[in-house]
């Protein structure tokens, strides 16, 4: 679904991930789950584009859902896959450490583990081979994506900022839509390893400049890191 100028969603408000589509190829940000190779196949095909005209894969950190079909674009077309140094054993191996569910409500719960089941999310493949990447990186990838690092979420959480979009890409160091509880809005995501150091990580997003926050789960926002950041603070 194209958001924007050069930008565009994968998946839905369950779990999301990005496309940015500019003339010198495709960068993605996060992989969803194992079912959403066919929405990417759907988008590259509405662009009049392909597999082979995607120059890399960013992750925003290592969890299952969102390294989905990150290894079959590694080794089916090649595509490298860039992950903070902090998260690469977790892309890799699926280990994490055990964190509490925190409040949930019987439905969306439900819903969330169904919708992952559907898009095949029992099936996960982790990376076999990723790209370690580090905080104040610019990737030489198309929209020359800014690493921020957010740890809290995940050791190696971080946001990705791509001017061109006008769009910061933050993973699960927020989110809009609490897949445990339904509830709507900029909040803390759960499933969080640090909750505490997650809320400080907000500093460093609140003065980038863009005009869209997309988050891992939830809908995308319009507006400013540093509105977001405090509402989620608010939350």
């Known amino acids: 679904m194209k958001l ?33 190779w066919r929405d990417l196949q759907r988008e590259l095909k509405s662009l009049g584009k392909t597999a082979d005209d995607i120059r890399g894969l960013v992750l925003t950190h290592g969890d299952s859902d969102h390294i989905g079909f990150a290894e079959r674009l590694r080794s089916e077309h090649g595509v490298p896959v860039f992950v903070h140094s902090a998260d690469a054993d977790r892309a890799r191996t699926g280990e994490k450490p ?3 569910f925190g409040p949930m409500r ?20 982790y990376l076999k081979e990723v790209t370690e990447i580090a905080e104040g990186a610019v990737l030489d990838l198309p929209g020359s994506p800014v690493i921020v690092g957010m740890p809290g979420h995940s050791p190696g959480s971080v946001a990705v900022h791509v001017p061109i979009a006008d769009a910061l890409f933050v993973g699960d160091a927020l989110t809009t839509r609490h897949v445990l509880t339904g509830r709507g809005g900029p909040q803390p995501a759960p499933f ?11 500093d460093r997003i609140a003065g980038l400049s863009a005009s869209w926050v997309l988050p891992g789960h939830g809908a995308p926002v319009h507006t400013s890191p540093a509105e977001v950041s405090e509402a989620v603070r608010k939350a």
């Open 4 to 36: 924007a100028p050069h930008l565009h969603r994968l998946g839905n408000d369950v779990v999301a991930s990005y496309l940015v589509d500019t003339p010198e190829g495709i960068t993605l940000i996060d992989a969803g789950l194992p079912g959403h």
């Open 98 to 100: 055990k964190v509490a």
């Open 106 to 125: 019987l439905g969306p719960t439900l819903g969330f583990f169904g919708y992952s089941i559907r898009k095949n999310g029992l099936r996960t493949h």
């Open 192 to 202: 969080t390893d640090d909750p505490d150091q997650a809320l400080a990580s907000l």
